[in-house]
């Protein structure tokens, strides 16, 4: 009897033990994004659904600002219209595209359409240098090298580049005016607090008028127009 309730004791000890295990399991989106994010890597991506009803031109534009002086440079990038029909092709096109299964899956004979934008933020082996790369659905894409700049401490010879990625909330859309996707903001020496920081806002208001920009000594403004076509 003993050895039977004995046996009994040990079996209830030890069996969550021999339970308890360390899995394989498969890796999703979310465990990719932040090994992404660890590594330097942002990508943000915006809906453009809303305006496959119509044709509009988009235009990607890269605006770049100083503290105190404003926008210094801005660089404009034509994507083109935001939808291309297979109606559009020529009857030789149209051939190509069938032999090449260019047409298959497609929807209401949309073949190419920028149906959202996403922006990617890559690290540069050049601590001086970050690069953006953007795509536009499935009809292209833009890669371009936006040069930052060091900030350093004035106590001392340390200098380093630092920079932060923030969102703008997009608030209404108007033809053919500028909207403001993403910030690429600089970080800045604190001289009250004795280090660098980049606090404030973690999303941004598209008229620009967050505190965060009274601090920010260098920053680049990442954005879109949508220009609606006249109706031939």
């Not at 009994?8 to 969550?16: D, E, G, N, R």
């Not at 190509?96 to 929807?107: D, F, M, R, S, V």
């Not at 010879?157 to 053919?176: A, L, M, V």
């Amino acid at each position: 009897m003993k050895q039977l309730l004995l046996f009994a004791f040990l079996l209830i000890v030890v069996s969550p033990t021999i339970a308890q295990n360390v899995k394989s399991r498969r890796v999703d989106t979310e465990d990719v994004v932040t090994l992404l994010k660890e590594a330097g890597y942002d990508i943000y991506s915006f809906d453009l659904n809303d305006f496959m009803k119509g044709d509009y031109n988009v235009k990607l534009h890269i605006k770049e600002y100083e503290k105190d002086k404003g926008e210094i440079n801005v660089q404009n990038f034509d994507a083109g219209v935001n939808k291309i029909l297979f109606s559009d092709f020529s009857d030789e096109e149209k051939q190509y595209a069938k032999e090449i299964g260019l047409t298959q899956g497609i929807k209401r004979g949309v073949v190419y359409k920028i149906d959202k934008v996403n922006l990617g933020v890559v690290p540069s082996k050049r601590d001086s240098l970050m690069t953006l790369n953007v795509v536009y659905g499935n009809m292209g894409t833009v890669s371009q090298q936006l040069k930052l700049r060091s900030i350093s401490n004035p106590n001392c010879q340390y200098k380093t580049y630092s920079y932060e990625i923030r969102p703008f909330f997009i608030e209404n859309f108007d033809d053919g005016k500028f909207i403001p996707l993403l910030a690429v903001l600089s970080w800045w020496y604190d001289d009250k607090a004795n280090l660098f920081r980049c606090c404030g806002e973690s999303v941004l208001k598209s008229n620009l008028l967050d505190e965060i920009f009274e601090n920010v000594p260098h920053y680049y403004i990442i954005g879109i127009t949508l220009e609606k076509q006249k109706t031939k």
